[in-house]
């Protein structure tokens, strides 16, 4: 073993192969919250890829919880069987580990898919009323009553009883990119009076009961998480400072990992470059003793060895450099002087079979 990057972790009650995760990527190509051919492809190739773990798109856990009409759900009995199809598909197509990341998109739903504009929906598009902490002035999004909250809570642990049965190893419990729980914790979105809003102890208070009722229905084999933010990078918004207080706060409640991003919840001029989110990654698993992912612009196998190397972050998560390469952990075992086991249909292609690997630089 020369490198970090494919050196094995435990996290919770997994052993997962190497540090490599691919990242969670909507798709917006579901039915009706089903998963349908294109998530065979995606996720099949990707369980394939050599990654450790492999992360499922942002799953609503409520209609209302899904950004557009073509998000990924699992708060059907039809979701969960058009899911269980494709991950026991994935299970004969790679070893990565899998894992399901469970959202709401709060005051961020209602919207076209990006590639028709993101735009939210217009009257004939049957759009629908989104929850938030705060409500809008003009009427589209509703500030969460108690029964609100308690009704999302519920759907949160629902749609985890669903995820276990679908037969997945990880569970994550999104709260950053401007979402619902995000939403909640962030004074730019919460202007709330009650318990919910106010003070960080206060803020945190929902996402912190969303991620207990969730760890306390799956069973402990299963690892669970949450991507949090680092920065809301505004002024008077999260600081790193109180994304620690969070992580500490999750810990204590069983949360095995957390995934580092920023940004989301409001506009703002974020410096991205490589690996620009690591430094709040980095805090974070300085002051808290959790297992910690970093993500953001990490491309390069020796990038992404580096980071490992340094002991800022226990594994890196990739979102758009497996686009680029479904198969980027084996060009990174290349580059890092590893041998990573082909599936026998591709075994012509290993480095040591193939001489056309050493023109590849
Ligand atoms: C196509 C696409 C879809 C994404 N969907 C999600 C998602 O479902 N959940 C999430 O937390 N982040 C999502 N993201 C953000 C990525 O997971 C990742 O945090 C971000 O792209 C930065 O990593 P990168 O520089 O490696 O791409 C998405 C990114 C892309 C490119």
Same mark, same amino acid.
């Given at each position: 073993?020369?490198?970090? %990057?494919?050196?094995?972790?435990?996290?919770?009650?997994?052993?997962?192969?190497?540090?490599?995760?691919?990242?969670?990527?909507?798709?917006?190509?579901?039915?009706?919250?089903?998963?349908?051919?294109?998530?065979?492809?995606?996720?099949?190739?990707?369980?394939?890829?050599?990654?450790?773990?492999?992360? $499922?798109?942002?799953?609503?856990?409520?209609?209302?919880?899904?950004?557009?009409?073509?998000?990924?759900?699992?708060?059907?009995?039809?979701?969960?069987?058009? %899911?269980?199809?494709?991950?026991?598909?994935?299970?004969?197509?790679?070893?990565?580990?899998?894992?399901?990341? %469970?959202?709401?998109?709060?005051? +961020?739903?209602?919207?076209?898919?990006?590639?028709?504009?993101?735009a939210k929906l217009a009257a004939n598009r049957d759009p629908w009323p989104t929850f938030a902490p705060s409500a809008s002035g003009d009427g589209s999004v509703v500030a969460c009553t108690q029964a609100d909250l308690d009704r999302i809570k519920q759907a949160f642990v629902d749609a985890a009883v669903r995820a276990v049965k679908v037969g997945f190893d990880v569970i994550e419990v999104h709260a950053g990119h401007g979402y619902l729980l995000h939403q909640f914790l962030s004074p730019l979105a919460n202007r709330?009076?009650?318990?919910?809003?106010?003070?960080?102890?206060?803020?945190?208070?929902? #996402?912190?009961?969303?991620?207990?009722?969730?760890?306390?229905?799956?069973?402990?084999?299963? $690892?669970?998480?949450?991507?949090?933010?680092?920065?809301d990078w505004v002024d008077g918004g999260i600081t790193v400072q109180e994304a620690i207080?969070?992580?500490?706060?999750?810990?204590?409640?069983?949360?095995?990992?957390?995934?580092?991003?920023?940004?989301?919840?409001?506009?703002? +001029?974020?410096?991205?470059? #490589?690996?620009?989110?690591? #430094?709040?990654?980095?805090?974070?698993?300085?002051?808290?003793?959790?297992?910690?992912?970093?993500?953001?612009?990490i491309v390069t196998a020796q990038q992404a060895d580096d980071i490992i190397a340094s002991g800022a972050v226990d594994a890196v998560t990739l979102a758009r450099a497996f686009i680029d390469n479904p198969h980027w952990p084996y060009e990174a075992a290349r580059v890092l002087g590893e041998e990573l086991s082909y599936p026998p249909q591709y075994a012509r292609a290993e480095p040591k079979l193939w001489p056309g690997s050493k023109l590849k630089g």
């Amino acid at each position: 073993m020369n490198s970090h %990057l494919f050196s094995s972790l435990t996290v919770g009650a997994q052993t997962f192969s190497n540090r490599i995760v691919v990242s969670p990527m909507c798709q917006y190509s579901a039915n009706d919250g089903c998963a349908a051919d294109w998530h065979r492809m995606h996720l099949g190739a990707l369980a394939g890829s050599g990654a450790g773990l492999v992360m $499922v798109e942002a799953t609503a856990v409520e209609r209302a919880g899904r950004i557009t009409h073509a998000c990924l759900g699992l708060y059907s009995d039809a979701n969960e069987s058009a %899911l269980a199809q494709t991950i026991a598909f994935c299970r004969t197509a790679g070893s990565a580990k899998l894992g399901i990341q %469970l959202a709401h998109s709060g005051r +961020k739903g209602s919207c076209e898919v990006p590639w028709d504009g993101g735009a939210k929906l217009a009257a004939n598009r049957d759009p629908w009323p989104t929850f938030a902490p705060s409500a809008s002035g003009d009427g589209s999004v509703v500030a969460c009553t108690q029964a609100d909250l308690d009704r999302i809570k519920q759907a949160f642990v629902d749609a985890a009883v669903r995820a276990v049965k679908v037969g997945f190893d990880v569970i994550e419990v999104h709260a950053g990119h401007g979402y619902l729980l995000h939403q909640f914790l962030s004074p730019l979105a919460n202007r709330r009076a009650d318990q919910y809003g106010g003070e960080l102890e206060n803020r945190m208070r929902f #996402p912190l009961d969303v991620f207990e009722a969730v760890r306390a229905v799956v069973p402990e084999r299963i $690892v669970v998480g949450a991507r949090i933010t680092g920065s809301d990078w505004v002024d008077g918004g999260i600081t790193v400072q109180e994304a620690i207080v969070f992580a500490r706060e999750l810990a204590t409640r069983g949360c095995d990992y957390v995934d580092v991003t920023s940004g989301g919840v409001a506009p703002a +001029k974020i410096p991205v470059g #490589p690996g620009y989110q690591v #430094p709040f990654a980095s805090e974070i698993k300085k002051s808290v003793g959790i297992c910690v992912r970093a993500v953001g612009m990490i491309v390069t196998a020796q990038q992404a060895d580096d980071i490992i190397a340094s002991g800022a972050v226990d594994a890196v998560t990739l979102a758009r450099a497996f686009i680029d390469n479904p198969h980027w952990p084996y060009e990174a075992a290349r580059v890092l002087g590893e041998e990573l086991s082909y599936p026998p249909q591709y075994a012509r292609a290993e480095p040591k079979l193939w001489p056309g690997s050493k023109l590849k630089g």
